[in-house]
Antibody
Framework: QVQLQESGPGLVKPSQTLSLTCTVSGGSISSGDYYWSWIRQPPGKGLEWIGY???????SYNPALKSRVTISVDTSKNQFSLKLSSVTAADTAVYYC???????????????WGQGTLVTVSS | DIQMTQSPSSLSASVGDRVTITCRAS??????LNWYQQKPGKAPKLLIY???SLQSGVPSRFSGSGSGTDFTLTITSLQPEDFATYHCQQSYTIPRTFGQGTKVEIK
């Protein structure tokens, strides 16, 4: 059974960079069968897709965040990471990592999720 | 971006009720529509993918239908563990987008 676990600071100061890591167990990121995604949910609000990475390093980002987002992968550690720069209070959210099977149609269905981690942006 | 609009935003129902939640896309997304269930403090859980396919392990009282712009999630006989928030998500194009959620509460 695959498991995903987010880790990183729970408090980030405004204008700084938010950094999170997702550790995957029970399956290999290098299998090539999945996209590895980040999704966030501000308190009391809906879900927002941030982007995904494929094991070879190719990425796709939400245009609304693209200028500030970097997703990277470390196959040797079976981890992928999120960096979000120049954060403001609007970036306060629960951040989830998730796995989606690769499909011919390039669609994304999030079949496994991490438990989520709350990141608060505040001075 | 494709906007996903769910209705209602919330509903009250009793155990055993039939519940229907609607999701409308701002443009056609074929059948690239997924449904998730989220309980407080937990991650979303995939229920239905490709509009009408039941995810493994999900009870058969959950079903999905629709294509194009209009989609429906139906729970045929609501159980106590079904009280939660339900989200739709389009996987047709980038950026992936979600509905605002429908909260199912106990009447």
């Amino acid at each position: 059974q695959v498991q995903l676990q987010e880790s990183g600071p729970g408090l980030v100061k405004p204008s700084q960079t938010l950094s999170l890591t997702c550790t995957v167990s029970g399956g290999s990121i290098s299998s090539g069968d999945y996209y590895w995604s980040w999704i966030r949910q501000p308190p009391g609000k809906g879900l927002e897709w941030i982007g995904y990475i494929y094991y070879i390093g190719s990425t796709s980002y939400n245009p609304a965040l693209k200028s500030r987002v970097t997703i990277s992968v470390d196959t040797s550690k079976n981890q992928f990471s999120l960096k979000l720069s120049s954060v403001t209070a609007a970036d306060t959210a629960v951040y989830y990592c998730a796995r989606a099977p690769v499909t011919v149609a390039d669609s994304e269905t999030f079949e496994y999720w991490g438990q989520g981690t709350l990141v608060t942006v505040s001075s | 971006d494709i906007q996903m609009t769910q209705s209602p935003s919330s509903l009250s129902a009793s155990v055993g009720d039939r519940v229907t939640i609607t999701c409308r896309a701002s443009q056609s997304i074929s059948s690239y529509l997924n449904w998730y269930q989220q309980k407080p403090g937990k991650a979303p859980k995939l229920l239905i993918y490709a509009a009408s396919s039941l995810q493994s392990g999900v009870p058969s009282r959950f079903s999905g239908s629709g294509s194009g712009t209009d989609f429906t999630l139906t729970i045929t006989s609501l159980q106590p563990e079904d009280f939660a928030t339900y989200h739709c998500q389009q996987s047709y194009t980038i950026p992936r987008t979600f509905g605002q959620g429908t909260k199912v509460e106990i009447k």
